[in-house]
T-cell receptor
Framework: ETGVTQTPRHLVMGMTNKKSLKCEQHLGHNAMYWYKQSAKKPLELMFV???????ENNSVPSRFSPECPNSSHLFLHLHTLQPEDSALYLCASSQDATNLDTQYFGPGTRLLVL | AQSVTQLGSHVSVSEGALVLLRCNYSSSVPPYLFWYVQYPNQGLQLLLK??????LVKGINGFEAEFKKSETSFHLTKPSAHMSDAAEYFC????????????FGAGTRLFVKA
C-alpha cells in the first residue's frame, strides 16, 4: 500500500475522446507530480504542483491539461490524443517539491490511444 | 544539465549470485542520487538515496549503492539475488534548481534465474 491511488488502472480511448485520469494521495503531502513512462524510454516528468500551484510544465503538449483542486487530488485531462501518447502515466507525491523529499508513486494508469 | 546513464537495459543473474546494476551520472553541481525499483503493474518504490552523507548507502531488501565521485558512478549491488528481486530498476539524479528536479535513467530490467 503506497498511499497513492490512481484511477482508472487501464484506459483505451480514441483520438477524438476526452477522458480524465485521477490521482489521490493519502499521505498528507503537499506536492504532486505527473510522469509519463513509455517503453524503452526514461521516465519523463510532465507536471509538478506544490501547494496546489503548478511549478513545472515540462513542455507538455496542450492536449494534456492538469488540474490540482487541493493537495490530495491531481487530475490529468486528456483530449484529442495521438497514438504516440500511449504509455503508463504515473502520479507521485512528496512532502514538498522544493525539498529533497522522497517521492511516493501510484501504480499508474496504462493508456492506449487508438 | 544533469543526466543519468544506466548501462545495460537487461541484466540476468542466477539466484544467489551477485547483482550489479550500473549507473553513471553527469551533474555540474553536487548531486543527490536515487535507486528506485518497479515491480510489474506497480509504481516506482524508493530503494535508497544518497544525499552527500556516507558514500555507501544501504537500502531496503539488502541492496546498497556506493557513490564514487571520481567515477561519477552510483552502482547498485546486492550480494545474493533472490527470485523476488526480478523487477525494473531506475537510477535517478536530482539537483537543486530552485526546487529539486529529478531526472530518471532508462531503467534496467533484472532477471533472476532459478
Amino acid at each position: 500500500e503506497t498511499g497513492v491511488t490512481q484511477t482508472p488502472r487501464h484506459l483505451v480511448m480514441g483520438m477524438t475522446n476526452k477522458k480524465s485520469l485521477k490521482c489521490e494521495q493519502h499521505l498528507g503531502h503537499n506536492a504532486m507530480y505527473w510522469y509519463k513512462q513509455s517503453a524503452k524510454k526514461p521516465l519523463e516528468l510532465m507536471f509538478v504542483y506544490n501547494f496546489k500551484e503548478q511549478t513545472e510544465n515540462n513542455s507538455v503538449p496542450s492536449r494534456f491539461s492538469p488540474e490540482c483542486p487541493n493537495s490530495s487530488h491531481l487530475f490529468l485531462h486528456l483530449h484529442t490524443l495521438q497514438p504516440e501518447d500511449s504509455a503508463l502515466y504515473l502520479c507521485a507525491s512528496s512532502q514538498d517539491a522544493t525539498n529533497l523529499d522522497t517521492q511516493y508513486f501510484g501504480p499508474g494508469t496504462r493508456l492506449l490511444v487508438l | 544539465a544533469q543526466s543519468v546513464t544506466q548501462l545495460g537495459s537487461h541484466v540476468s543473474v542466477s539466484e544467489g549470485a551477485l547483482v550489479l546494476l550500473r549507473c553513471n551520472y553527469s551533474s555540474s553541481v553536487p548531486p543527490y542520487l536515487f535507486w528506485y525499483v518497479q515491480y510489474p503493474n506497480q509504481g516506482l518504490q524508493l530503494l535508497l538515496k544518497y544525499t552527500s552523507a556516507a558514500t555507501l548507502v544501504k537500502g531496503i531488501n539488502g541492496f546498497e549503492a556506493e557513490f564514487k565521485k571520481s567515477e561519477t558512478s552510483f552502482h547498485l549491488t546486492k550480494p545474493s539475488a533472490h527470485m523476488s528481486d526480478a523487477a525494473e530498476y531506475f537510477c535517478a539524479v536530482s539537483v537543486s534548481t530552485g526546487g529539486f528536479k529529478t531526472i530518471f535513467g532508462a531503467g534496467t530490467r533484472l532477471f533472476v534465474k532459478a
